[in-house]
């Protein structure tokens, strides 16, 4: 054991900075990595070298892996062995030779050759110098034709006691490995029932994950989602014909598609995969030259696709497989260097699909002896779920960011809103304040004019005795003077007084038509706007408002048909009327959608659940009535009362 030094630095705030390593030994440790890959290579070149194994026991109710007593068969000394075709001799595929030494007490044996089909797969049988075939399928041959019903290739042996000899030829998807192993029937019946447990757990876990995400969030991205969805969906199809499950339940009939489909399978979930990554890691704004290899790369896996679907190229599938798990880290560790949202997770998942299953398979084959109860196949499915479980993490951490993201943009939106009204009550309390003030002013003023006036009669009389002209002639001029200050007082006073703003309806209904048309059309809707010549005063700012609102809402929550605005007169004020083709709101409901944050249960993923929280606050301000009235399945009709004299 060796110690390794860690120095954190931590700031004046008190917060860690990145963490320094300061790895000693680092010629030790390069020394101790390269004796390990020695050694594992070694350990492949000791694995190729045993070409001559030595033959296996089979005794009792033991299971026997045949790995140790499988000799691999050069096509020439084939006829050697025993006599086949010579058509057969110039197939492609592998020939194999187990020999076998079995007790007085040994009963009939299952061979699993450990793979869910073949092109080609023949076992041969020998002992007491007898061959005997006991397996011979084809590509053309159906599940009801395998000798042992089961979804890996099984052949049945009669051993007798003494040696036996057992030849194998099989031809499957390009270097498909074998596991060979011989088993009881009761011995299958246990294997599988662990094996089914196990892909059942895997199976639920993937399948689980698509509507945790769905009922425990609230997804905003929703093609992202549902890229998730077929990027699962496509795995689990992808292990089932691994497994061997597809061909056994669901086109056991359909030999030539069957051998198709585990390229044709694959080829989907990398297509799903370069779909999932391009809308994950927002390629398209944040990579737009590694974007642009993806698009390239999923039209090269389409046509690799049709060109297997047409020309069987299993070799060609796996390479593009490969290719694209390499470059998938690539692009994966990019996202992490451009700290895009949750990019570890999904740099995680691809790491564990380019790497799981290959290093798992290469312990497998070269240093670990297999005495797990299922095929070598299997292993690759954990690499696989622990995609989809990073995955599933990557998008659970991004949906949590992003609702985060909008919880304080409706705080913001809410804020400035009540903002607003404060402003709003502010600005009508200053113009009342300063009315009432000029009112006052000009009320002082003309009382003021008044005694002033009666000086003036009082002048007049003076000016009829003589001497008193030249006084009463001052006297007047002085009052006539201060009369015409307050009348310039009380006409200015009367021209700036605050007057209430004139609203137009056909102005304003113009305005909101021009904001909301497109939207509306956007949306598949018509909106219509009725002209009204009816006018009030007010404050067309608030106005415009409310109406804004419930525009919006109308637009946002009607799936279909139109939406209306029109005003009508009422014997005590106006009545403005929105109606809408939606869903409806229902009675129970109602004033909960009053309040702030409140949504219906068709609300849309873009809603904030504010619009008629915030109508509701304008209309108290503006003494207005706020009316809903509303039908579920046919409509709602949202109705604005305004208490005012009404004029043409």
């Excluded at 000899?165 to 498909?176: A, F, L, M, P, Q």
């Excluded at 659940?609 to 207005?624: E, T």
Aim: charged content about 15%; aromatic content about 10%.
């Amino acid at each position: 054991m060796h110690w390794v030094d860690v120095k954190i630095e931590i700031n004046s705030t008190g917060k860690l900075l990145p963490i320094k390593h300061y790895i000693y030994y680092r010629r030790y440790l390069h020394r101790s990595g390269l004796s390990i890959w020695l050694a594992f290579l070694l350990c492949c070149c000791m694995a190729q070298a045993q070409a001559q194994a030595e033959p296996c026991q089979v005794r009792g109710q033991e299971i026997v892996i045949l790995h140790d007593c499988v000799s691999a068969l050069e096509r020439s000394a084939v006829n050697h062995e025993f006599t086949v075709p010579d058509s057969m001799l110039a197939n492609v595929g592998r020939w194999y030779r187990i020999d076998l030494i079995a007790d007085a007490d040994v009963s009939d044996r299952l061979l699993d050759l450990g793979i869910p089909d073949a092109f080609q797969a023949q076992v041969y049988l020998q002992q007491a110098g007898l061959t005997q075939t006991v397996l011979n399928l084809n590509e053309s041959s159906r599940y009801a034709d395998r000798p042992v019903q089961h979804r890996n290739l099984m052949a049945l042996l009669r051993l007798k006691p003494g040696p036996a000899r057992v030849h194998i030829y099989y031809h499957s998807h390009g270097k498909t490995p074998m596991l060979a192993r011989l088993l009881t029937a009761a011995q299958l019946s246990t294997s599988d029932t662990l094996i089914n447990l196990l892909n059942g757990l895997v199976f639920g876990i993937m399948l689980v994950m698509v509507p945790v995400l769905a009922l425990g969030f609230n997804v905003q991205r929703k093609f992202g989602y549902r890229m998730y969805g077929a990027v699962v969906f496509s795995t689990m199809v992808f292990i089932a014909q691994l497994e061997g499950y597809t061909f056994a339940f669901l086109w056991p009939e359909a030999p030539a598609w069957n051998m198709l489909a585990p390229g044709a399978l694959g080829m989907l979930m990398v297509m799903t995969n370069i779909a999932f990554a391009i809308n994950f890691l927002q390629m398209k704004s944040r990579m737009p030259r590694l974007y642009r290899l993806y698009l390239c790369m999923f039209g090269l896996a389409l046509l690799v696709l049709i060109l297997h679907l047409m020309y069987a190229l299993d070799n060609l599938l796996i390479i593009q497989s490969f290719t694209y798990s390499m470059i998938a880290c690539v692009v994966a560790a990019q996202g992490v260097r451009q700290r895009i949202e949750a990019a570890r997770f999904y740099f995680l998942g691809t790491l564990s699909v380019a790497v799981f299953p290959l290093l798992l398979i290469g312990f497998v084959l070269f240093l670990v002896r297999p005495s797990l109860p299922f095929s070598l196949l299997a292993y690759p499915k954990f690499g696989y779920l622990a995609e989809s479980l990073l995955f599933g993490a990557a998008v659970i951490s991004q949906i949590g960011k992003f609702n985060t993201r909008q919880a304080e943009q409706r705080i913001l939106r809410l804020a400035e809103t009540e903002q607003l009204l404060e402003a709003e009550q502010g600005k009508l309390a200053a113009l009342n304040k300063a009315s009432q003030q000029q009112l006052q002013l000009a009320s002082a003023s003309h009382d003021i004019a008044q005694p002033l006036a009666s000086l003036r009669f009082a002048v007049s009389a003076l000016e009829q005795h003589q001497g008193n002209e030249p006084i009463a002639q001052h006297i007047d001029h002085t009052l006539e003077y201060a009369q015409s200050l307050l009348k310039d007082l009380i006409a200015q006073v009367r021209d700036d007084r605050h007057e209430p703003e004139q609203i137009v309806l056909n102005k304003l209904f113009a305005q909101l038509g021009l904001a909301f048309q497109g939207v509306a059309a956007k949306n598949g809707l018509r909106l219509s706007i009725h002209t009204s010549r009816l006018r009030f005063e007010g404050s067309s700012l608030l106005l415009t408002r409310i109406l804004s609102n419930l525009l919006a809402n109308a637009i946002r929550y009607t799936p279909k048909g139109r939406v209306v605005l029109g005003a009508r007169r009422r014997p005590d004020g106006i009545e403005i009327l929105l109606f809408d083709t939606g869903s409806g709101i229902p009675k129970h409901i109602e004033q909960n959608l009053l309040r702030a944050f409140q949504q219906g249960s068709n609300a849309s993923s873009d809603g904030f659940g504010l619009g008629l929280y915030i109508v509701k606050n304008l209309c108290h301000q503006c003494g207005y009535q706020l009316r809903i009235n509303s039908r579920p399945g046919h409509g709602s009709c949202v109705a604005v009362f305004i208490p005012v004299l009404t004029s043409n």
